[in-house]
């Protein structure tokens, strides 16, 4: 079983998304890849710049949001086919908007049969997303549980969610 990871920090190489994605699957096919452009919400920037999929990432090239930015890193992961995708932090610095769409991301995996290993602070999104959660405090694990269970924890909504975070 094939394991990818997308750190917290994303590198991308200073190469084509192309060649970003191709990277843990050379022998991509163009179906492949658009395909994945699909699976990771790119592909409207790629219909409407088409020269865009082989421009470079980084500063000798297009400039892509921080959003698109770890799209691209997910995608390049997952074009190794993995059957756990580890995540670190993947909403870290992003726009809620953005936050959104790569949780919508992260359910669309589960649909595919990917199971993700995710470490997340924003801990309303990554409930709502998870079937199972652990909760750190200093390193140690103080509560686990089924997600919905977490997200209805007092203890959880109080220290993680808000008092609002019930509603």
Not at 55 to 72: A, K, T
Not at 75 to 83: E, I, S
């Amino acid at each position: 079983q094939l394991v990818s990871y997308v750190p917290q920090d994303i590198f991308l190489f200073n190469a084509s998304i192309r060649e970003n994605l191709c990277w843990s699957a050379p022998l991509a096919s163009e179906d492949e890849i658009w395909e994945m452009l699909k699976i990771v919400q790119l592909y409207p920037l790629i219909k409407q710049l088409p020269n865009q999929l082989d421009s470079l990432v980084g500063d000798r090239g297009i400039n892509l949001s921080g959003g698109e930015r770890q799209m691209l890193a997910m995608g390049r992961a997952l074009m190794a086919k993995p059957k756990l995708l580890m995540l670190d932090e993947p909403s870290l610095g992003l726009a809620p908007l953005i936050i959104r769409e790569i949780f919508r991301t992260v359910a669309r995996l589960r649909e595919m049969g990917v199971s993700v290993l995710l470490v997340e602070q924003n801990a309303r999104a990554a409930l709502q997303v998870a079937d199972y959660g652990y909760v750190l405090e200093t390193g140690e694990v103080s509560l686990e549980g089924p997600s919905k269970e977490l997200a209805n924890d007092p203890r959880v909504i109080e220290a993680y969610l808000g008092l609002g975070g019930k509603h």
